[in-house]
Nanobody, 116 residues
């Protein structure tokens, strides 16, 4: 059974940092493109980061470039999203996903709230 479990969300002040983790089971993360998406309150789903099977990251969207960094730990079969210089508009539920276009499996998400 494929499972994706996110962790690391929470409340952070503007300008702060958070590191999200995604633990995968039932498949090997290095064999798939892996992605992070987010959905802000009242808005649609937005892709924010991806990593190729070879380990290199995809170009980030303008909304997060220079602030977010995706990484993968093949030994632990995990993926992470380091988020720096967080802004209130980064408030969203963040989802880990196997794949990109299309996504094969989704995690249940972790809430990130950026507020003073």
């Amino acid at each position: 059974e494929v499972l994706l479990v996110e962790s690391g969300g929470g409340l952070v002040q503007p300008g702060g940092s958070l590191r999200l983790s995604c633990a995968a089971s039932g498949f090997t993360v290095s064999n798939y493109v892996m992605s992070w998406f987010r959905q802000a309150p009242g808005k649609g789903l937005e892709w924010v980061a991806g990593v190729y099977t070879g380990g290199s990251s995809m170009p980030y969207p303008d909304s997060v470039t220079g602030r977010f960094t995706i990484s993968r730990d093949n030994a632990k079969n995990t993926m992470a999203l380091q988020m720096n210089s967080l802004k209130p508009e980064d408030t969203a539920i963040y989802y880990c996903a196997q794949g990109w276009r299309p996504v094969g499996y989704w995690g249940k998400g972790t809430l990130v709230t950026v507020s003073s």
